[in-house]
């Protein structure tokens, strides 16, 4: 048997300075939360070829969720001004953004060993409920025409109950032995149910909300695969895979409350792929091994039904890639060096075109996208007790499909794309963008030392960073939701005594307060949200 349980509180540390009725004068409002969790795993072997694991798991948070913030990017800049404060926000909405989560899971897994090949099964299952809240303008409509929180409209959406239902099923049968070749085969299961009640709100303080929609989505997936590998060599291994899966979504949506009161939509998709690959790995010597791959890809089908009455549809996705690389050791095994070189290509890509000037919410399908790149990767021991490892990355994506368009913010930013006018509104034509969040160059460093001080005793210190450069916020590319260069720090030194379990340590986060855009809303005004700030604290831990 082993567990484990978490409680991580953080007290509220940001005003809303506007006040309204659920807001506490003078006071913080937002930015903490309480999040409790706790694992159980219980193993049980019967027999010598029969063995069991149940794992049981639950977890409940309450905290504040995603907060926007009005106006704090200038038109023509992609820079936060002079309207951004960490610790003070203007709401007249979103119950100051709160968010709860409740989730419990369960799984089963019984393997038996016939010798030439074990069986295995695992039953799952998984519920969750969360409710939450949002000031999505972030801002204050009413307030003053100089008010730096002036929004042209409020915006204020909430999730009143999601009830999301999953339950998995897999049976899989694998050899057992060292020889040359290896296999399995099995089956998997999926079926989801999630009802979501969401609803729009008006006005200040806390009112109810003048539109209520009900939401049912069920989904059910199935799949059969089989995977086998050969040692042509000692040094020379191929291995090749294949999987059938058939894909089904049944969606149905009723207006319960405001404009289209009664009225409803229903909608189902469906498809069946096959998807494959096939990989090699060659060991050239003791310390260095080649490896290459092609494999087929695929992603169901999707629908997006909060803007009822409008339902939106995407097709499904396949995906081919092809990568090949090294991994190495070095200096007597004192240093490790990984390279990767990678390209593929999406036909149908699914995207979700979010915002715009008309507030809509839709998935669309791209005639194709694709990305290349190049992954480094490795780790020197300096000596003295100093380590450092780091990592970069090329990742060049690319939208394909000169006839695709999306809505854009409107004469709230400086849109770069070719624009169209399609009847009486502006459309971006996206063909040759990057993908969304998708950073051209990332980079992450960390450099560790520990010095031992006897009995199984020691000191230690890590700093580590991350960057990553050039990220388009939306689909369409406007100067102020390109992203430049963000980055953050950390650092954590303490003593620990390996023996006994104990450690006892101190730490920042974000060591620098950096001040990085992470999202924006783009309907009603340039509105963004943004990376935690700096953190420090204590630890003690002790493991049993």
Partial sequence: MRGAILWNHRD???????????????????????????????????????????????????????????????????????????????????????????????????????????????????????????????????????????????????????????????????????????????????????????????????????????????????????????????????????????????????IVLGTGAGGTGAVSVGDEQVSWDVSAVYEVNDDINLFARVAKGYRGPSIQGRNLPVLTTADSETVMSYETGLKARMMDGRARFNATAYVYEVSDMQFTAIGGADNSNRLINADKGEGYGLELDGDLYLGAG???????????????????????????????????????????NIDGNPFPQAPEYTANLTLNYVRALGNDTELFATTDWVLQKDFNLFLYESVEFMQDTAFEGGLRAGWRDLNRGIEAAAYVRNITDEENVIGGIDFNNLTAFVNEPRTYGVQLTKRF
């Fill in 386 to 428: 100093f380590s450092l490892s780091a990592g970069a990355a090329w990742n060049h994506t690319e939208i394909k499909d000169g006839d695709l368009l999306v809505a854009i913010c409107g004469a709230n930013c400086t849109v770069t794309d070719p624009i169209v006018t399609v009847g009486a509104t502006s459309r971006a």
């Fill in 12 to 254: 509220d540390w940001v005003d809303n300075a506007y006040n309204p009725s659920f807001a506490k004068a003078g006071d913080d409002d937002l930015g903490g939360f309480d999040d409790i969790a706790a694992r159980v795993h219980v193993a049980w072997r019967p027999t010598d070829r029969l063995s069991t694991l149940l794992t049981l798991q639950a977890r409940d948070y309450d905290g504040t969720g995603t907060m926007n913030r009005a106006n704090v990017l200038t038109k023509g800049s992609n820079k936060l001004n002079g309207n951004f404060d960490r610790d003070t926000v203007y709401y007249d909405g979103g119950r100051n953004n709160f968010q709860k989560q409740q989730t419990t899971s369960e799984s089963l897994q019984v393997a038996y060993d016939f010798g030439p090949a074990t069986l295995t099964g695992i039953v799952g299952s998984y519920h969750g409920w969360s409710q939450g809240d949002g000031d999505i303008d972030g801002g204050v409509a009413s307030a003053p025409a100089t008010a730096p929180y002036k929004t042209p409209f409020n915006s204020e959406t909430g999730t009143l109950s999601s009830d999301l239902l999953q339950n998995t099923y897999e049976l899989r049968l694998a050899s057992n032995g060292d020889g040359r070749l290896g296999w399995q085969v099995g089956a998997f299961y999926w079926d989801e149910r999630i009802n979501l009640v969401s609803g729009t709100f008006n006005g200040t303080g806390a009112p109810a909300p003048t539109r209520v929609t009900d939401i049912v989505q069920k989904s059910d997936s199935w799949s059969v695969f089989g995977q086998g590998s050969y040692s042509l060599t000692d040094a020379f291994k191929v291995t090749a895979g294949v999987r059938y899966t058939d894909d089904n979504r049944d969606y149905h949506g009723r």
